[in-house]
């Protein structure tokens, strides 16, 4: 049984972070970023994308108290509709039109969500998907690690115990100047993030009071003065340093009623963020050719470039969203309560 569990604001942030990451990737040398610090650190939107994964888990899903198999396919199927359709176009639009050309193996582990398991290849083809590969750990673990989780009297100890534990290994790693791609992209070293979110969601179910206000501008105003803070080689907040602050935010962005997060227009971008996230860089080598084919690539300059980039990006994430998306839905989830 699914709970009918939607948070405006969260749908709007999904937005707002997706779009720091094609920042973070793209428009990091474009104004007025290039004369700002913080896109160094954008990267770390996927950190917040995962311990929103978790609460959104936790409480779209929280009747799961039981496993049941039946009830595992059922989750396994929504999961994969959601994500698996548009990820296998992204990575077909990216091999047709990558130039650097890619092997067998990049493709397959690419196509089976393989590729966050080999470091070496994390980034292989479409380079955002790394973190789809973790996500698809998280969604097939999930239905047998939240009954366990949600039975325990102790939850934030164990959650924090957990992720206190995954960190220390990645400074000890990083220390000692282990495999950075393997220290980086491993999803064993998210999967703390993902608990942390089921925590906040668990969380937001009982009750935070009127803590909400609180959690949000404590958390913002703390990002904001560390954010310029994380040195450009950052790998040591890559694996969820920063995932209890991520927690905060999220908590207080869902008790907080906001008529800008809440805005129409903001929920339907939210709606595109996956279609953003996922086709970034397939849509990236689409303009750019265009912009070269064209002879139009030095006359735009660089802001014009990412900007024309950006738009289209987001228009086309629109619309997969309300056409390609929503059918993908309609026509594998017609039998599925």
């Avoid at 405006?8 to 973070?24: D, H, K, Q, T, Y």
């Avoid at 108290?65 to 009830?71: A, H, I, L, R, V």
């Avoid at 994969?80 to 990575?91: E, Q, T």
């Avoid at 990558?98 to 080999?118: C, V």
Wanted: aromatic residues 24%; contains cysteine; charged residues 15%.
């Amino acid at each position: 049984m699914k709970s009918k569990i939607f948070i405006p604001e969260l749908n709007s942030l999904r937005f707002f972070a997706a779009i720091a990451i094609v920042i973070f990737h793209f428009g990091r040398w474009s104004y007025p970023f290039d004369n700002s610090t913080y896109p160094l650190s954008f990267n770390l939107a996927v950190s917040f994308f995962f311990v929103l994964s978790g609460f959104i888990m936790a409480t779209v899903y929280n009747d799961l108290k039981t496993f049941s198999f039946k009830e595992a396919l059922n989750f396994y199927l929504k999961r994969f509709v959601r994500i698996v359709p548009l990820y296998i176009v992204a990575l077909i639009l990216t091999v047709f039109f990558i130039n650097n050309g890619f092997t067998l193996k990049e493709f397959f582990l690419n196509l089976f969500f393989l590729q966050a398991w080999t470091p070496e290849h994390a980034l292989s083809l479409n380079f955002p998907g790394w973190s789809l590969s973790t996500e698809m750990f998280f969604y097939l673990l999930f239905p047998f690690v939240f009954p366990f989780i949600t039975n325990r009297k102790k939850l934030f100890s164990f959650t924090f115990i957990f992720w206190i534990l995954s960190n220390l290994a990645v400074f000890v790693l990083c220390y000692f100047n282990y495999d950075v791609d393997f220290i980086k992209y491993y999803p064993l070293f998210h999967l703390n993030e993902f608990l942390i979110g089921i925590w906040a969601g668990l969380t937001y179910l009982k009750g935070i009071n009127k803590k909400g206000l609180l959690f949000f501008f404590g958390s913002l105003l703390f990002l904001f003065f560390y954010f310029p803070l994380v040195p450009d080689y950052n790998i040591i907040h890559h694996d969820g340093l920063l995932a209890p602050i991520f927690a905060l935010l999220i908590l207080g962005a869902s008790k907080i009623k906001s008529i800008i997060l809440s805005s129409k227009l903001l929920i339907k971008l939210g709606d595109a963020s996956y279609g953003i996230y996922i086709l970034q860089f397939p849509i990236y080598l689409i303009v750019y050719k265009l912009y070269t084919d064209f002879n139009v690539f030095d006359s735009l300059g660089e802001e014009g470039r990412f900007y024309i980039y950006l738009v289209i990006l987001i228009l086309i994430s629109y619309l997969s969203s309300v056409t390609f998306e929503k059918w993908m839905k309609k026509v594998f989830l017609r039998k599925v309560a």
